[in-house]
């Protein structure tokens, strides 16, 4: 049963702590997104990479975030420091390129305190 | 940036009944793409339509996208518990495979 899989599920922290969130996407996608779903801003798309090598890192804030894929099972999103605005459910997908399926992880849900 | 308008945005009915939520956007769509959201779970992809005018149906739902591809609606027949959930539409960037997402219709059937 193939799905992607995210760690940790939730994660509660102080303002100013480093958070990390990790992702494994689906065997054999070469495409993997980062989004970040609020009530008030609705799910959007922070950074995606293909192949491991960052396509689009647009709609994430260059200050404190940063996104990477150390190899092909693993993508990361960390935020140093975390403020409370950061609070949100972060989701990993990933896909085929070219397929126009998006595969969505069940989130990590976190909240700066 | 497109903005991509869901309607309504709260829809609680009863099982059984029918319903249609809709998606505008404030130019055209590239390629949509609808999404059902359950709680702690991940968007899941329903459907993707393309061309002006397509209807496309799954099981009780049926999907149409506006024959200028500016609109698309989700209708949904004999609603059951198992659609609750939250909808979002999102266009579909073919080339970059880049979603933007709608403002989303949070669904709850009443048993």
């Known amino acids: 049963d193939a799905r992607v899989t995210q760690t940790p599920r939730h994660k509660v922290t102080e303002m100013g702590q480093e958070v990390t969130m990790r992702c494994q996407p689906i065997l054999g996608h070469n495409t993997v997104f980062w989004y970040r779903q609020t009530m008030m801003q609705g799910l959007e798309l922070l950074a995606y990479?293909?192949?491991?090598?960052?396509?689009?890192d647009s709609g994430m804030p260059k200050d404190r975030f940063s996104a990477e894929m150390p190899d092909a099972t693993l993508a990361t999103l960390k935020i140093q420091p975390s403020e409370p605005r950061d609070s949100a459910v972060y989701f990993c997908?990933?896909?085929?390129?070219?397929?126009?399926?998006?595969?969505f992880g069940p989130g990590t849900r976190l909240t700066v305190l | 940036t497109q903005l991509l308008e869901q309607s309504p945005q709260f829809l609680s009915i009863q099982e059984g009944e029918n319903l249609t939520v809709y998606c505008n956007s404030s130019s055209v769509f590239s390629s949509l793409q609808w999404y059902r959201q359950e709680p702690g779970e991940g968007p899941v992809l329903l459907v993707t339509v393309v061309t002006g005018g397509e209807v496309k149906k799954l099981k009780r739902l049926t999907f149409q996208f506006g024959d200028a591809r500016k609109d698309s609606s989700l209708h949904i027949t004999a609603a059951q518990p198992g659609d609750t959930g939250l909808y979002l539409c999102?266009?579909?960037?073919?080339?970059?495979?880049?979603?933007?997402f709608g403002t989303g219709t949070r669904l709850t059937i009443i048993p």
């Open positions: 997908a990933s896909g085929l390129a070219r397929l126009n399926e998006q595969f």
């Open positions: 990479f293909r192949n491991r090598a960052p396509l689009d």
């Open positions: 999102a266009e579909l960037f073919f080339g970059n495979e880049k979603l933007t």
